[in-house]
């Protein structure tokens, strides 16, 4: 018999991403595969991963009106499916609507902290644990910090503890790190040095994966304006800027994936995907832009958006 006949063929691009993570046991490397080589990317080193934390952040009306389909978890995980995405990322309670009915279809990511819009301060509560995520076979646990912020050193804090038993009981850990808060105002949160100094500290912090906004041109900080000008670092594009975001995780070490944001005009996110995917992104991360269309169209874009990845379009 051959036993090898229905094993899933680590690609060589796979391969090489994974060699990266020196330290990681052969649990973690596993299910960083599984999500790498899963879906219509798999094995291209390219991902696409549906995040549907929204309901948490920003209210369930505000999240899912728009396409009413989507207040049902089960819709979610379907569509993420069907598109042939990488994996699915949600709190708790989504993940565990839906465990049983699509266990093992497509690998699952558990936020461990959440935000709501009817707090003041930039901060998340720890709202699910590492046993959480094992029991709910989960290829990696999430979590969100915020550079900035008041509260950013207990963030940290939590996630160092909760990387390190995940990575003890063989699960990957995503990071979305998002400047916000303290001095930090709309423009500094997405500005090109603090988005890439936000990538470094979840690099710093032992992420796997992380997940930072598309950067602008804006310098925000005048120490770091002054060391950009000086090595004269090019932020005239999209993909440029995306280069040196890349750059800043350990020399394109680490995977990095992009933020969606809020809903935007088709032709406006298929100019940003090819800005991600020209600048050496690793992938997207996309909630609202998706969920927030009816099912349909929303296929439709994941297609042309994996079809940009592909460097079919």
């Known amino acids: 018999m051959d036993y090898g006949a229905q094993a899933v063929k680590i690609t060589r691009t796979v391969k090489k991403i994974l060699d990266n993570y020196e330290s990681d046991c052969p649990g973690t490397k596993a299910n960083l595969a599984r999500i790498l080589m899963h879906g219509r990317l ?22 899912f009106a728009p396409n009413p389909d989507a207040y049902d978890p089960h819709y979610h995980y379907q569509l993420a499916i069907d598109a042939g995405l990488n994996a699915y990322a949600a709190p708790l309670g989504p993940l565990e609507a839906g465990a049983d009915t699509f266990a093992g279809a ?12 009817l707090s003041t301060n930039k901060d998340q509560a720890v709202t699910a644990s590492v046993n959480d995520a094992l ?18 050193y207990e963030m940290m804090e939590e996630i160092r503890q909760l990387a390190e038993e995940a990575k003890s009981v063989g699960l990957a850990v995503v990071m979305w790190s998002y400047p916000r808060g303290g001095k930090l105002d709309k423009a500094g949160e997405t500005a090109l040095d603090v988005c890439a100094y936000a990538a470094h500290m979840a690099a710093l912090l032992g992420a796997h994966i992380i997940k930072v906004k598309p950067p602008t041109d804006v310098l925000w900080q005048p120490e770091a304006k002054a060391a950009y000008e000086k090595a004269n670092v090019d932020k005239s594009t999209l993909a440029a800027r995306i280069k040196h975001i890349m750059q800043a995780t350990f020399n394109g070490r680490r995977i990095v994936v992009f933020s969606g944001g809020e809903a935007k005009d088709l032709e406006g996110l298929f100019t940003e995907i090819r800005g991600l995917r020209d600048g050496g992104a690793n992938g997207s991360i996309i909630g609202r832009n998706t ?21 079919k379009m």
Do not use: W
């Not at 390219?46 to 999240?63: N, T």
């Not at 497509?106 to 709501?116: D, E, F, H, Q, R």
């Not at 029991?135 to 950013?152: N, W």
């Open 135 to 152: 029991r709910l076979g989960c290829s990696a646990i999430g979590f969100t910090i915020y550079p900035g912020s008041e509260d950013q």
């Open 106 to 117: 497509i690998p699952t990511i558990l936020k461990l902290n959440s935000a709501n819009s």
């Open 291 to 311: 969920f927030q269309r009816p099912r349909e169209q929303a296929l439709d874009m994941l297609d042309k958006i994996i079809g940009i990845y592909q460097g």
């Open 42 to 63: 798999g094995g291209s080193g390219k991902m696409l991963i549906l995040p549907v934390d929204q309901g948490f952040e920003h209210g369930p009306a505000r999240s």
